[in-house]
């Protein structure tokens, strides 16, 4: 039986379907408007916390996208998108992974609950101008890890760069165009380039 991934367009369920794609991997894509708990309330029987993604594989359920991420590279690998233990940059690879959602993305979901998400009564300027800056500020560690690299770590492109990645998917959407600093934006080309990238952004 296959995986059945939750998905919606450009939500950070984008992380787990690339990676899916990159991987070959045998899966059921469902998209749903977002946010789903609101739009389809069946799907809070398969996640009752409602968010995106979702990941179901047989008895296991995930819903943190770069933990599922983590989970299809370690359960159906060996992947060149995993970095080992007894890689050397093994705990710069894990470090990425956990910023990307915790550091990265964080701040950018409260630009677009401010923006977007609460009626126009409940927005706060204060809060979307603080969060976008801290988003800024955090990214300047992207910036300089590129600097003369290609990918994050491990001299090829891991799930690290995926989950990373989709931060500025997710910035160029809350138009927050000033993230693009000259070596991000080189990087940003290179990895959307991959064709994977490409189908996961389409679907």
Not at 61 to 82: H, K
Request: aromatic share 12%; glycine share 4%.
């Amino acid at each position: 039986m296959s995986m059945t991934l939750y998905h919606c367009t450009r939500a950070r369920s984008m992380r787990p379907l690339w990676t899916l794609l990159e991987m070959g991997l045998d899966h059921e894509l469902v998209t749903m408007p977002f946010p789903p708990r609101v739009h389809r309330k069946d799907y809070l029987q398969i996640n009752p916390l409602g968010t995106i993604p979702c990941l179901v594989d047989g008895d296991v359920v995930m819903t943190e996208s770069a933990g599922i991420c983590q989970y299809l590279v370690d359960r159906y690998g060996p992947s060149p998108l995993a970095v080992k233990v007894d890689e050397p940059d093994y705990g710069a690879y894990l470090n990425w992974l956990h910023r990307s959602d915790a550091t990265f993305t964080f701040p950018q979901t409260l630009v677009l609950r401010y923006t977007r998400l609460e009626p126009e009564e409940r927005r706060v300027p204060q809060v979307v101008e603080d969060y976008r800056k801290w988003f800024l500020a955090r990214m300047r560690s992207v910036e300089s890890a590129t600097a003369d690299r290609q990918y994050l770590c491990s001299n090829r492109f891991t799930i690290a760069d995926i989950c990373v990645t989709y931060s500025l998917v997710l910035a160029q959407s809350l138009g927050i165009e000033e993230v693009f600093t000259p070596n991000i934006r080189r990087y940003w080309e290179g990895i959307t380039a991959r064709p994977a990238y490409k189908r996961a952004f389409e679907l």
